[in-house]
């Protein structure tokens, strides 16, 4: 059974920083591109970032919102994903899903999500 | 960047009702788009990928069609189990972008 598992959420000032995670199991990690989307309470689905699965090198994207603050990275050996947010806005309040794929394969499987709430 | 219009944003609709929900892209995408489910309070769901294939599990009244930018889900009889909010979604390159969502409500 393939499981997408986040962790890292919180409450968090404005300009501060949060790591999130995602643990996989179930499929085979290091051959699925991932990405990250979020949604703001009451609002709709947002793309976030995405992560190649490349054995030599990583193609990285991020949306326009989150570009020089966020940092996707992946261990293939621990099946994790992970999300460094840094100068974090107010508007980055949101819940953030783990999302497996690209190609046919985008959006098959969903974490349960992660809330980030940035607030003083 | 891809921008992707949905209508309507909301629609209301019976049980039995053939509904049909359409996302327009800005420019041409291929086949490079997903339909996604979401409830209330629940998870996103795809229910439609590369266009028009039904995701594994997926009752068989969803459907979707189109290609280059225009494209169509379709229910083909609305169920209880159905009034949920509808996300199209472009892959076709970065960044994806999703529609604004329509959603289904009970008349």
């Known amino acids: 059974e393939v499981q997408l598992v986040e962790s890292g959420g919180g409450l968090v000032e404005p300009g501060g920083s949060l790591r999130l995670s995602c643990v996989v199991s179930g499929f085979t990690f290091s051959s699925y591109s991932m990405n990250w989307v979020r949604q703001a309470p009451g609002k709709g689905l947002e793309w976030v970032s995405s992560i190649s699965y490349r054995r030599t090198g990583s193609y990285i994207n991020y949306a326009d919102s989150v570009k020089g603050r966020f940092i996707i990275s992946r261990d293939n050996a621990q099946k994790s994903l992970h999300l460094q947010m840094n100068s974090l806005r107010v508007e980055d309040t949101a819940v953030y899903y783990c999302v497996r794929g690209a190609g046919e394969a985008t959006g098959d499987y969903w974490g349960q999500g992660t809330l980030v709430t940035v607030s003083s | 960047d891809i921008q992707m219009t949905q209508s309507p944003s909301a629609m209301s609709a019976s049980v039995g009702d053939r509904v049909t929900i359409t996302c327009r892209a800005s420019q041409g995408i291929s086949h490079y788009l997903a339909w996604i489910q979401q409830k209330p309070g629940k998870v996103p769901k795809r229910l439609i990928y590369?266009?028009?294939g039904l995701q594994s599990g997926v009752p068989s009244r969803f459907s979707g069609s189109g290609s280059g930018t225009e494209f169509t889900l379709t229910i083909g009889s609305l169920q209880p189990d159905d009034f949920a909010t509808y996300y199209c979604l472009q892959h076709n390159s970065y960044p994806y972008t999703f529609g604004q969502g329509t959603k289904v409500e009970i008349k």
């Open positions: 590369t266009a028009s």
